[in-house]
């Protein structure tokens, strides 16, 4: 496979490094010349100087026969451009971008340009994970298509502690799709009983957070 | 009409103030609050006095170009000094806001032609510079 990355700077880099070392061909692209002199030292030939936004610098490291344009430099206008012209001008099938201040994302998005890395974004879902709020953490989340896919603790007392699937009094648009109970987890039936402490699995369309909330959760109504 | 620009500089500045002398509704953003002197040199009145309106700002936070007016804007130009920056704003501008007139200034002719195909107006100043020129050398030439 043939990539082409716009950006030499530590994620860059290790890319670059990385996937030579899995037997691509790797082009990496830098503005910067004394990051560049840098990074020639070591990736010899598979760096070039220039800055990655400019046409001719990107048709001279050969964008036409790309497989794959990641963008990564330190400016998400760049990367959005690279990504653009990358796909739009030159046909490349695959673009990955990482995206500097997670408020851009709604550009990148705008735009067209997935996926989309955010390094904030992604720490900051690690966080959410490692202390979930009100137990819930989202598992994965499909904006597009307006579906979430979200893990929730079942608080002792709350509406759905003891109750069958079919009596939790779930909201239209919402359904239960596993229980994780003791390490283990299973697709529940319609009669399976929820318990104080069982992790649920739900899918649901955005928006019903806060009513899952309230049937899992510690001050939920009865 | 209410004109929108981002970039305060020389360019950008300049079209303001005759926008403003002509009677449209002008806001201006840049991300230097210094910037508002190229508005108000040579004036006696503060540029908010004349009825202009400035706001301090990044033209790619959504929250600048709300608080810039781009919601109520009928032209948006885009006058940073990054070509980049300028085409990424614009496309927001036209296809987030809905903005009817839109112009970019790009320096690079190559990304100014290219984006001009894909249906922006883009404004090249280097390849304005590199036509005058040429005529100016061949008008010489034949004198």
Redesign the interface.
């Given at each position: 496979m043939y990539v082409l990355i716009v950006g030499a700077g530590k994620v860059g880099w290790n890319l670059a490094r990385e996937l030579i070392e899995k037997k691509n061909e790797v082009t990496l692209i830098e503005a910067d010349q004394r990051r560049y002199q840098t990074v020639e030292e070591e990736l010899e030939h598979a760096v070039q100087y220039g800055d990655g936004?400019?046409?001719?610098v990107l048709e001279r490291a050969g964008i036409e026969r790309a497989d794959m344009v990641i963008a990564v430099t330190g400016?998400?206008?760049?990367n959005?451009?690279i990504c653009q012209?990358a796909r739009?001008?030159y046909g490349v099938e695959r673009v990955i971008s990482r995206c500097n201040?997670p408020?851009?994302l709604?550009?990148f998005e705008?735009?067209g340009i997935k996926p989309v890395v955010s390094a904030t974004d992604l720490i900051l879902r690690l966080i959410e994970h490692e202390v979930p709020k009100y137990g819930l953490v989202h598992l994965l989340d499909l904006p597009t298509e307006r579906l979430e896919i979200i893990e929730i603790e079942v608080s002792p007392g709350s509406a759905a502690d003891g109750q069958m699937v079919k009596d939790l009094g779930l909201p239209d648009g919402s359904l239960v799709i596993s229980i994780l109970r003791d390490g283990t987890g299973f697709v529940p039936l319609a009669d399976s009983v929820v318990e104080a402490g069982d992790e649920v699995l739900l899918v649901l369309d955005t928006g019903l957070e806060e009513k899952i909330t309230q049937r899992f959760g510690a001050n939920g109504a009865p | 009409m209410f004109v929108l620009i981002c970039g305060c500089g020389r360019v950008g500045s300049t079209v303001a103030k005759t926008m403003l002398s002509e009677g449209h509704q002008v806001s201006v953003l840049d991300e230097d609050p210094e910037a508002i002197a190229l508005l108000e040199r040579g004036e006696t009145r503060s540029w908010e006095d004349m009825g202009g309106q400035f706001t301090v700002g990044t033209a790619?936070?959504?929250d600048a170009l709300v608080e810039a007016g781009i919601e109520r804007a009928d032209a948006f130009i885009a006058s940073t000094d990054?070509?980049?920056?300028n085409?990424?704003i614009a496309?927001?501008a036209q296809?987030?806001y809905g903005v009817s007139r839109v112009v970019v200034r790009v320096l690079?002719p190559?990304?100014s032609d290219?984006y001009a195909a894909?249906g922006l107006m883009t404004v090249c100043p280097t390849k304005t510079a590199i036509e005058l020129l040429e005529v100016a050398v061949r008008e010489e030439s034949s004198a």
């Open positions: 936004s400019e046409l001719w400016d998400d206008e760049d959005i451009l012209v739009e001008k201040n408020r851009n709604q550009h705008l735009l | 790619l936070e959504s990054g070509d980049n920056t085409l990424v496309q927001i296809r987030r690079d190559a990304r290219w894909q």
